[in-house]
């Protein structure tokens, strides 16, 4: 059935055939996952991955998530090592991201990795991108499905925002249940985590040793790109506002109810915040606010991503 949208649809098995049919055509789809939305095509296609980075507009240096069913589909592409296998047998599918080393034999088209010698992969965690990928036969490559540097889509009108019709298909899977990205870790050396997210790092330390250097190492996470998930007007942060025109993002329950105050979690959960996030700051600028300025938030467990991304949007 279609939306008011006539590009965004519910899934059922006649859209699940057609969105593998136009993925086997080497075109593009907008579809949910638990983290946000991506904008998919085929990782084995020279020409899908080609119009993944021109119609983001993404600069060719930064390499996209590849996204698979299962390690098995995925040993096709990547050697694995032990710090991977503990970390999938807890968390996948879920909202976290390796970067391995690609095999020799892999087919991943070249530019989807930026000629890197490694690969991020993924193995999400909703019910349409996995009926999807048992039956395409290729892993999606899938960066989330907005235009570069601007906030990431939590649903799939969000990414009709920045699309408009420019993709034939966008699947609704209502709201993005994490709302934020998935945790990238590099387990190429010692494990690193090189963009913080769904996924805090307590939970990944309790299994195995991560690296706490701050040194940056060559390229490695280039999301890290410093201006990144902007929402297109000032960000000003650890402040409050002194006009009703701006906007003021706060978390807990000490704030009022203000017409121009959002609240992130009235009741101090940070998953809820992070949930939040993407899904306020556009909320804010729909209504018109020329600035946003933001309290405090705890930089532990999933604190940490939801400041990462304050601090990009500040940029
Ligand atoms: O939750 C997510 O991860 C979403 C959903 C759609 O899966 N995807 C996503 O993709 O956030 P994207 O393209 O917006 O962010 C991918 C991040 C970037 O920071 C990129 O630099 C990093 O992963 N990355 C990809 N390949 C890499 C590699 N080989 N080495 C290091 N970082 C890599
Ligand atoms: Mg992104």
Redesign the pocket.
């Known amino acids: 059935m279609k939306n008011i949208y006539s590009n965004i649809y519910s899934f059922n098995k006649k859209v699940l055939n057609k969105t593998v049919i136009s993925l086997k055509l080497g075109d593009l789809v907008g579809l949910p ?1 638990e ?4 904008l998919a095509g085929n990782a084995y296609s020279k020409k899908a991955v080609k119009k993944i980075f021109k119609l983001k507009k993404r600069p060719k240096k ?4 590849i ?1 698979y069913l299962n390690k098995k589909d995925a040993s096709k592409d990547v050697l694995f090592n032990d710090n991977f296998l503990k970390l999938y047998e807890k968390f996948c599918p879920g ?1 976290i ?1 390796f ?1 391995l080393k690609k095999n020799k034999i892999s087919k991943i088209s070249p530019g989807a ?1 930026a000629n ?1 010698n ?3 992969i ?1 193995f ?1 965690n909703h019910g349409v991108i996995k009926k999807i990928l048992k039956l395409t036969g290729f892993p999606l490559a ?3 499905a907005n235009l570069s540097s601007k906030l ?1 889509p939590v649903y799939a009108s969000d990414v009709f925002e920045d699309f408009k019709k420019k993709i034939k298909i966008i699947i609704d899977g209502g709201k993005s249940k994490f709302g934020i ?2 945790t ?1 870790i ?1 387990l190429t050396n010692t494990p690193k985590i ?2 913080p ?2 996924i805090n790092s307590n939970e990944i330390k309790s299994l195995i040793k991560l690296s706490l250097s701050k040194k940056k190492i060559g ?6 790109l410093k201006k990144h998930y902007s929402p297109g007007i000032p960000v000003i942060l650890g402040k409050k506002p002194k006009k009703q025109s701006h906007a003021f993002i706060v978390f807990g329950k000490k704030y009022k109810n203000n017409d121009n105050y959002f609240n992130l979690s009235k009741k101090s959960d940070l998953k809820e915040a992070a949930s939040n996030l993407y899904k306020v700051m556009r909320k804010i600028k729909k209504k018109g606010y020329k600035k946003i300025f933001v309290a405090k938030i705890p930089n532990t467990g999933l604190g940490v991503a939801i400041n990462d991304r304050l601090n990009r949007a500040s940029k």
Not at 35 to 38: F, K, L, M
């Open positions: 996952t983290t946000i939305y991506g930064n390499p996209l998530i996204h909202p991201t970067v990795v890197l490694t690969v991020a993924r999400p899938m960066p989330s990431s990205e998935s990238v590099d090189l963009r997210g769904a390229l490695k996470s280039p999301g890290m």
